[in-house]
């Protein structure tokens, strides 16, 4: 997945053209191009330090330096700050999940600023994740691995946000969250994208859209 000559997909949600980002001096993607398009979910897939995180990072905003193309819902956001960018209807799960010691899970699905119009209300995320309705004055740190991953993806479906970033999702679910449905992958109205652990054959399996494929490594390391 090198680049950039793709053609434009008009009802594209996020469309990333010639995108480069850097950690310093580490030059870690090499002019990307990809499209989400409305109402589908698409993997990443690619080696260990491949640049699949720092993909969804460039996206959100929030890498050291970044160049390059990224339009969500045909507004170029390349220039923008973190919060600008979340306000055109974009939620991250970061792969340490951000979940808090002081706040319950209750708390956790209330404190999400709305960025959308189609966010799910609480009971609806306890409809979703059963387990948490059971873990509902826990604190967030106190939960599983599995439930802590449940109520992070819970709390992007809590923004209304179009476009979901979810990072390995399904690392720490077991049997049943994984063979549930890519409902959990996608919001109401919108698209999502992710990069799943365990390659490509558990997230095909498990109904995870469409697969993008990263390039062979390169030497010295570097990036998709
Ligand atoms: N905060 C950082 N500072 C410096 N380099 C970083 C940082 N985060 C990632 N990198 C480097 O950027 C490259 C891409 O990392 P990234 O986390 O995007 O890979 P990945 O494809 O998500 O890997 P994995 O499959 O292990 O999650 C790697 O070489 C990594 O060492
Ligand atoms: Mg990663």
């Given at each position: 997945m090198t680049n950039a000559a793709l053609d434009p997909i008009l009802d594209s949600i996020l469309a990333i053209?010639?995108?480069?980002a850097w950690y310093g001096e580490s030059h870690v993607l090499h002019g990307i191009g990809l499209d989400v398009p409305e109402g589908q979910v698409v993997t990443l897939l690619g080696r260990n330090g491949a640049g699949k995180s720092?993909?969804?990072?460039?996206v959100m905003g929030i890498v050291?330096?970044?160049r390059g193309s990224i339009r969500l819902g045909g507004a170029e956001t390349i220039g923008l700050r973190p919060f600008h960018i979340a306000r055109h209807g974009v939620a991250f799960c970061p792969e340490d999940r951000g979940i808090?010691?002081?706040?319950?899970v209750k708390e956790h699905l209330e404190l999400p600023t709305r960025v959308g119009d189609h966010g799910l209300s609480t009971e609806q995320v306890l409809d979703l994740f059963p387990h948490l309705r059971e873990r509902l004055n826990s604190p967030g740190t106190k939960l599983s691995g599995g439930e802590q991953q449940m109520l992070a993806i819970g709390r992007t479906l809590r923004t209304g946000a179009r476009l979901l970033?979810?990072?390995?999702?399904?690392?720490?679910?077991g049997a049943q969250h994984r063979g549930?449905?890519?409902?959990?992958?996608?919001p109401p109205q919108g698209a999502g994208i992710h990069h799943p652990a365990g390659g490509a054959e558990p997230a095909l399996r498990h109904g995870c859209g469409r697969p993008v494929l990263s390039d062979r490594?390169?030497?010295g390391g570097g990036a998709l």
């Open positions: 053209r010639d995108l480069h720092t993909t969804l990072k460039s050291p330096r970044r808090y010691a002081t706040l319950d970033l979810l990072d390995e999702p399904l690392r720490r679910a549930t449905d890519r409902r959990h992958y996608s490594p390169r030497p």
